[in-house]
């Protein structure tokens, strides 16, 4: 008497489906995932000991080696970023400012914030 044995024809039939849907699922994934937003110019951060990350805020003011400003997008100067944030500032801001820009510039922004109703200013920092 001889044994055959039987094919596992039906497991691996069963296995293609699952990978398309994993493949599916992984390119849906990468389409609508969210990308980073580029900088308005390019920043080196300041460097710190901070362990805190850097999370996206509702409003970001970035701030170029030059002195350059631009809140959520639109290019601003010191004398309109209280016009930009508008007659309800958002509560939190994050504040993108290059390594080599003065320490004045920056805390005349910090304070500008405050005086028009921000209440938490995020400045980012790379860890060294």
């Known amino acids: 008497m001889k044994l055959t044995r039987r094919?596992?024809?039906?497991?691996?039939e069963s296995v293609v489906p699952l990978i398309n849907i994993v493949f599916l699922l992984l390119i849906f994934f990468m389409v609508v995932g969210e990308l980073?937003?580029?900088t308005p110019f390019p920043l080196e951060p300041p460097?710190?000991?901070s362990d805190l990350a850097s999370e996206k805020r509702e409003a970001e003011l970035f701030v170029s080696a030059d002195g350059k400003l631009s809140f959520n997008g639109a290019d601003v100067t010191e004398a309109t970023l209280a016009d930009a944030l508008g007659t309800t500032p958002p509560a939190e801001v994050r504040v993108a400012a290059d390594g080599k820009v003065e320490a004045r510039l920056v805390g005349r922004l910090l304070a500008g914030l405050r005086e028009a109703g921000v209440k938490r200013a995020f400045l980012v920092t790379v860890k060294n």
């Not at 094919?7 to 691996?12: D, H, I, P």
């Open 47 to 49: 460097q710190s000991s």
């Open 7 to 12: 094919r596992r024809l039906a497991e691996t």
């Open 36 to 38: 980073a937003a580029p």
